[in-house]
């Protein structure tokens, strides 16, 4: 080999060489400046893995230390490891977001189980699959926030769902809770009102064990809370103050325990008071064996409960008004009314009573629910509703057209079936007035909801709409995320668009039915064996069930004089009119108001919402409430993560395709690209060898 070649190659083994090593370089600048600077894009429709802009302002507006310690144990099995997985990049995200006084801690659970503990997280039980075997351990799930002496707790963290919002609405009760209490200027009062004779388990040295836990309560509420103790056997007005309290009170007759002690039969109390100013709440500290004997609860979690009785006295949440006195939904019913509707609001709203025969409704309320109200409000409640909308404020109205009667006396006439009649509450005259009907008729859809029987199979509840993608506003915030809802014995509802037009009111329809829906009219029977969808397909088409209006509405009482008082509200003989009167009709919305009139208000009831507000129902109502009130970022974040997708319905012919592409398609598919390779091979094969021959 010549000396000039063995340059070339020296030459050439250097240039090599040098960009290895350049290359190698340029790889450890990229990984270095990837460390510091990095993006994330998140490519999900509601961006679901990326902080929202209420969860930013929250806690970069932090004016004091606040520690989110987390407690996940390591090498859990799917789903849960996903769940981790997300909580720590939600810890980036809001580190992030944060100013200096956010920090997280991620505790090892195996080393430091008094810290586990001592913060109160409970382990939950797991299955997993190992060495072949279906085996349960006991695994930590959850988190606490601390900021400054308050403890907030999130335990069982089992799903990604809505886990956002939670630690936004934790870290915002918190931030409340503390200024609040810091600036009370007087205790809380926490009042053990107990009957030391009480012949009941667990009611020995109960006043010490209470006592204690107040104390504990205490050292984490700013040291604002005064215990006291009151025995109705030493106090004779023990028994009738508790009960104004609702204190559970007890009766007994002259008996022997087991113990063998003679009893004389007496009554006695037991329960705990928590107050402040005139806002109470009532901790019930009796529980019953399996046996049905009455006995003192588990002091374990009432130190959690007492937490929670003091969130609700000292609540700095807004208040939202519920009318009552026409039989609407009751809200304090958590079996057959709308208890959970007022459960899962309690997050972020103070729902507060409003007897619009009484009183007038208070100035610090912004929004108003109607929900379900089956007696007619007369002409002088009508006007507090009216004038409240020209206030600039906001109702939601769940109006229902028919209400079922139990009654024997009416039931018997059909057969043992609940007698049906439309209702007349007087709210159709205003909300006509407004542009918009609630319709005398039922919405009956194809798309429903299936009851499956063991004895009767799958029924079709045609009263019943499952609604789904296309018949949800996405372009609105309280639909925008949604995917499905169901809606019971709801009516269809119109608007007038000549009316809205004339008053410049914006209207957008936030549910509708499927295409395939029709209505029931005149006689209302809803038991679902006689139903079946009408041979004449016109009749099909989509119905709306809950619409918005916003805008300057004007009043239904323009131009009339202001409804008379009932008797007795009059004013008193002898007062004179004033020489100057005001007007007493604001004819035109002073500034913009919304209303969402849907047309069902058993989608309030417990059997659809849950009170943990996770069902699609439950999140279309508080979204609705949101907005109403003011909030459109809050929705955003209460929708992420709900990632139930139903498949939309194509067709029979879509889906024999689809099977049989499945079957026979993707066996040919593997078989063609086989003979193409094949071809592809054996012309490059005919090609080296034709090179090679010459």
Known sequence: MKIKEILNLIKVFLIKRNRIILNLIIIMLVNLVGITLNFKCDLTRNNAY???????????????????????????????????????????????????????????????????????????????????????????????????????????????????????????????????????????????????????????????????????????????????????????????????????????????????????????????????????????????????????????????????????????????GY???????????????????????????????????????????????????????????????????????????????????????????????????????????????????VNKDIVLDQKCYKSTQQDLGSMDIYYVPLIQNEGLNKDNVITGSLKTMLWPKGSSVTVNQEIVKEMGIKDSILVASSDNSWLMQGRIDFMPFGMSPPADKSQMSKRNLAVLLEGQFESYFKGKAKPAEPAGKEKKAGMKDPAIKASEVIEKALKPAKIIVAGSSEISLSNIVEKDGKSLNAVFLHNALDYLSGDDKTPVMRSKGIDYNPLKDKGENIKIFIKLFNIAGLPICVILVGIIVWRMRERRKKRIMEDFSR
Not at 380 to 395: C, R, V
Request: proline share 4%; charged share 25%.
């Open 323 to 437: 009318a009552i006195g026409h039989d609407e939904r009751n809200i304090n019913d958590s079996e057959e009314g709308a208890g959970n509707f007022k459960s899962m609001l309690s997050d972020m709203y103070d729902l507060k009573d409003v007897d619009l025969s009484k009183d007038n409704i208070p100035e610090d309320i912004n929004t108003l629910v109607i929900n379900g109200p089956k007696s007619e409000y007369p002409e002088h409640e009508l006007f507090k509703i009216d004038q409240f909308i020209m206030n600039g404020k906001s109702i939601l109205f769940l109006v229902d057209s028919f209400q079922e009667i139990r009654d024997p006396q009416f039931s018997r006439f059909g057969g043992g079936r609940p007698f049906v009649l439309p209702i007349n509450n007087g709210i159709d005259k205003l909300l006509s007035h407004y542009g918009v009907t």
């Open 50 to 320: 990326s902080l929202s802009e209420i969860s930013k302002e929250v806690v970069s507006n932090l004016a004091d230390p606040l520690t989110v310690k987390v407690f996940f144990s390591d090498n859990l099995p799917a789903p849960y490891n996903s769940v981790q997985r997300y909580l720590y990049d939600l810890m980036e995200e809001y580190a992030g977001a944060a100013n200096n006084n956010f920090n997280y801690e991620i505790v090892d659970v195996e080393k430091e189980k008094d810290k586990v503990s001592d913060f109160g997280i409970s382990p939950i039980q797991v299955k997993e699959i190992a060495s072949d075997q279906l085996k349960f351990r006991n695994a930590y799930m959850g988190l606490t926030l601390v900021h400054g002496d308050l403890i907030e707790k999130l335990n069982s963290i089992t799903e990604a769902d809505g886990l956002e919002y939670r630690i936004t609405t934790a870290v915002k009760k918190m931030t409340g809770k503390m200024s609040i209490l810091s600036s009370l200027d007087h205790p809380i009062k926490i009042t053990l009102y107990a009957s030391s004779n009480l012949p009941i388990s667990g009611n020995q040295n109960l006043e010490k064990k209470v006592a204690d836990i107040v104390k504990k309560a205490n050292e984490e509420n700013y040291n604002k809370l005064e215990f006291h103790y009151v025995d109705s056997v030493k106090n004779n007005e023990a028994l009738k103050i508790a009960e104004g309290y609702g204190v559970v009170k007890l009766k007994w007759p002259a008996m022997r325990t087991p113990e063998g002690q003679v009893v004389k039969s007496g009554e006695g109390l037991i329960g705990l008071v928590v107050e402040i100013d005139d806002k109470f709440e009532v901790i019930q500290l009796l529980s019953r064996s399996i046996f049905g004997q009455y006995m003192v609860g588990n002091m374990e979690g009432l130190k959690e409960s007492l937490n929670k009785a003091i969130d609700n006295v000292i609540n700095n949440n807004p208040s939202i």
